[in-house]
């Protein structure tokens, strides 16, 4: 016995050391070693953040969808509002049905763990359409610490699955498609299935990131011009051409009619040209004295591809669908990606006023690309004018620094403070699930919140009252028979103002139970709920 284990560990020694010296030599190479650091300090972050977000208040969008969750596990009685994709909420829903009800946990599993998902994405992404894996490296690095997308990381938004589904679709095209290379199991002459599918469940789970795919089929149009236009498939694709339009319009009254269409679709707004200041709020920088650096190295990047594209007319008639001009063909595709994300926002759903940056989360390939490739452009411009390659490095590694401290710095400041918010809304959910049975009936403005907490059925104001009607909801009163009332200063657009003072004015109906407070103090009213008598 003895004799053969000794065998078995001369055996397994040359192998270790092998794979050992495989290990050394794969870090000694200084992009791998970057790489390495930058997962670590993914990790890191992102675990922190957790941490720190893990038993935070729900908002109203993320109880909606965790209600619709509890809803497809059987646990409550909520119908996912018209504009919502079923998706993550369907997928959520796996967790409740299983039995884990640990909040913690399903964060852990369904925020945490697919955050580090989209960032290693965005490195294998990136890095199937450059060759230069510093525009990989930065855009990683940046994207860990991207304030709009690290703070909904810590919520239940469906922005990180479709990010997911978008980054895997644009993997596969560059890698399968493009490149012909196996991607494990997954054959070239699938791809474009596997695109296709990935693209779809993109949209499954957000529908605004719909506005993506036709950049997508745009860039394959492109790669295939000469194919598609030649005298072969010319009819073809004419008749392709014909039906498209047709189908179109046979079917566009229905898609104007639908819920969701409309939440996008705003034909009476003005064009939203202020929607293209969107890049220097993903880079703003609230450090008094760092401008936003990443948001110039945007700018340079984007002016030198359009410079390269408009004295390139030659190149671009040469496009075809092979590994030649890599990183030109990538440009044009993220260009594209900007492009078609940008004129929907501009001329098609023309939001007035405030928007939301994780709106434009579609675009992010191509913002990533750009501000990479300007830091890189300058920094070795730089760094050859003074005839020193080290300075043209050290340059890259103080621009991402500063910019990347920057996306930290505001990231954490917004965190940290948006914690404790609605925690007036959670409290008095929880204690309405104490204090009811499952057949009561609750009333209130925090429907979705409500519903999570308190898994109880919350009917609110304005169904109730038809947009508000005081008469029309005493009279359902009558019907709904409920047991408690909520009274609160958040969702105010969902509470109307004659609720405010309801309770006071039928105090011989309803009685205060309990109260929650904004400060420590118990001065300044925050949630009163009121027992019906």
């Not at 993320?62 to 996912?80: I, Q, R």
Request: some cysteine.
């Amino acid at each position: 016995m003895e004799t053969e284990e000794k065998e078995i560990k001369n055996e397994t020694t040359p192998i270790l050391e092998k794979r050992k010296d495989k290990i050394k030599n794969w870090l000694k190479n200084p992009y791998n070693l970057t790489l390495i650091i930058i997962l670590i300090a993914a990790f890191a972050i992102r675990f922190y953040y957790f941490w720190l977000t893990q038993n935070q208040p729900l908002w109203w969008d993320e109880a909606e969808y965790m209600s619709a969750a509890k809803n497809y596990a059987g646990l409550v009685d909520y119908k996912l509002g018209g504009i919502r994709s079923p998706g993550f909420p369907l997928l959520m829903s796996a967790f409740f049905i299983i039995g884990l009800t640990s909040e913690p946990l399903i964060r852990f599993f369904g925020l945490f763990i697919p955050s580090i998902i989209l960032i290693l994405l965005t490195y294998f992404m990136i890095s199937e359409m450059y060759s230069d894996r510093k525009i990989a490296l930065i855009s990683t690095a940046i994207m860990i610490v991207l304030w709009e997308n690290l703070f909904y990381s810590n919520r239940f938004h469906t922005e990180n699955f479709a990010l997911i589904f978008e980054f895997l679709a644009i993997f596969i095209f560059f890698r399968s498609y493009f490149k012909k290379k196996n991607i494990w199991i997954l054959k070239p002459k699938y791809s474009l299935f596997f695109v296709i599918l990935f693209s779809l469940l993109s949209v499954f789970f957000r529908p605004g990131n719909l506005i993506f795919i036709p950049a997508i089929i745009l860039f394959f149009l492109i790669l295939n011009q000469s194919a598609i236009l030649g005298r072969k498939y010319r009819i073809i694709t004419l008749g392709i051409v014909i039906i498209l339009i047709v189908s179109f319009f046979m079917i566009w009254p229905k898609i104007s009619n639908h819920p969701i269409f409309q939440n996008y679709y705003q034909p009476q707004n003005p064009i939203c040209i202020h929607c293209l200041t969107v890049f220097n709020g993903f880079y703003e920088s609230l450090v008094p004295w760092l401008p936003p650096i990443l948001f110039y190295a945007f700018i340079l990047g984007l002016i030198l591809f359009l410079l390269e594209f408009f004295i390139s007319y030659e190149r671009i008639k040469k496009i075809n669908n092979t590994q030649e001009d890599l990183g030109f063909k990538s440009d044009i595709f993220n260009f594209l990606v900007i492009l078609f994300v940008l004129s929907f926002f501009v001329f098609f759903m023309k939001p007035i006023g405030v928007y939301e940056f994780r709106w434009f989360f579609p675009l992010l390939p191509g913002m990533l690309v750009f501000t990479s490739k300007g830091a890189i452009v300058f920094s070795e411009y730089a760094g050859s004018f003074l005839n020193n390659k080290k300075i043209s490095i050290i340059l890259i590694i103080l621009i991402s620094i500063l910019g990347i401290y920057a996306q930290y710095y505001h990231a954490d400041s917004i965190i940290k403070n948006k914690i404790p918010s609605y925690q007036q809304v959670k409290d008095s959910g929880l204690w309405l699930k104490e204090n009811s049975n499952s057949e009561d009936i609750i009333i209130s403005a925090s429907q979705t919140q409500h519903t999570y907490y308190s898994e109880r059925k919350i009917e609110n104001f304005h169904d109730n009252g038809i947009k508000g009607n005081e008469t029309l909801f005493n009279e359902n009163l009558k019907k709904l028979k409920p047991k408690y009332i909520v009274i609160s200063a958040f969702e105010p657009g969902f509470t109307p103002q004659w609720a405010y003072d309801w309770p006071q004015r039928h105090n011989d109906s309803v009685e205060p139970v309990k109260a929650y407070f904004f400060d420590e103090q118990q001065k300044q009213v925050a949630l009163v709920i009121y027992r019906f008598k």
